[in-house]
């Protein structure tokens, strides 16, 4: 993997991880991108090098939301332990921990049943540009619902680990999921995009940790171009970052709009660019 490469995919993967466009299309756009341009269609040749890399920038993005949430997660924790030590098993910070963890087990059976599937289309652009406009009509319809007076709930809850788990496939946001959901069941968007953010940090790691040691040769890891790897993690979690301090900030006057018709144009372009080469 070039350098250049490398530094693009990780910006790319810092900006969509977190805004409502998904991560994983853009990252299958890129490297389509680069391999027309190489002459070598990815979809035609994934290696393990462009395969560690992705969990790479996944793994930058992980620490990018842990460090922006860190006191909320401090905070969180010790009210936890705190609260079950006094047995009040009603507190808010006791049912969060508690959704996150149901969200681990329903996202982490919904990703187990639906592997197979979704690497497959990670070599099928085409497919994943209609994914990512079902993800453009999702939040343009979650925001003709947006009410914004309702509180997580158990329901809520289960609903929108269901769309983590479908955000397996790639072109399905998963934020966007998770916070259009959030937002039909009458979540504020700020309370929506919190959620959202939580509950990704676990999934994220458990992703990106059992991959690599059930899948990839560590021998082989060492011939990558690991000082590109580098940057390009370093990128991710930059970018990562900021994307996140100021999504935070604008989502309360923001509407997600702006980004349903970003997916529906992005997937309609990167459509017909991709006919239209594969038909040469």
């Known amino acids: 993997m070039q350098t250049i490469q490398a530094v693009i995919t990780g910006a790319i993967q810092g900006l969509s991880e977190f805004l409502p466009i998904s991560s994983s299309a853009h990252i299958v756009f890129s490297h389509e991108i680069c391999g027309l341009i190489s002459g070598a269609p ?109 509180n997580l709930s158990l329901k809520t809850a289960i609903l929108i680990s269901i769309a983590q788990g479908l955000a397996v496939f790639p072109g399905f946001s998963r934020s966007g999921l998770t916070i259009s959901t959030a937002l039909i069941k009458g979540m504020k968007r700020v309370d929506a995009a919190r959620f959202s953010f939580l509950m990704s940090i676990p999934v994220i790691f458990l992703a990106s940790l059992v991959y ?45 709009r702006i980004f349903g018709y970003y997916c529906l144009l992005m997937s309609v372009v990167m459509f017909f660019v991709f006919q239209f080469f594969y038909h040469q």
């Open 42 to 150: 990815v979809s035609q040749d994934v290696n393990q090098e462009e395969i560690f890399f992705d969990i790479l920038v996944h793994l930058a993005t992980l620490f990018a939301v842990i460090i922006y949430f860190f006191n909320d997660l401090k905070n969180i924790f010790s009210d936890f332990f705190k609260s079950i030590k006094e047995k009040d098993y009603k507190s808010e910070n006791v049912k969060l921990v508690g959704y996150i963890a149901l969200s681990v087990i329903i996202t982490g059976v919904i990703g187990l049943l639906l592997k197979d599937k979704v690497e497959l289309l990670t070599t099928k652009p085409q497919i994943v540009c209609f994914l990512l406009m079902g993800t453009g009509f999702i939040l343009l319809f979650s925001e003709k619902m947006y009410k914004g007076n309702k």
């Open 212 to 256: 690599p040691l059930l899948e990839l040769d560590f021998e082989e890891i060492m011939t990558f171009n690991l000082k590109a790897l580098l940057l390009g993690f370093l990128t991710a979690f930059i970018v990562g970052y900021l994307c996140i301090k100021y999504f935070m900030k604008l989502l309360g006057k923001l509407s997600l």
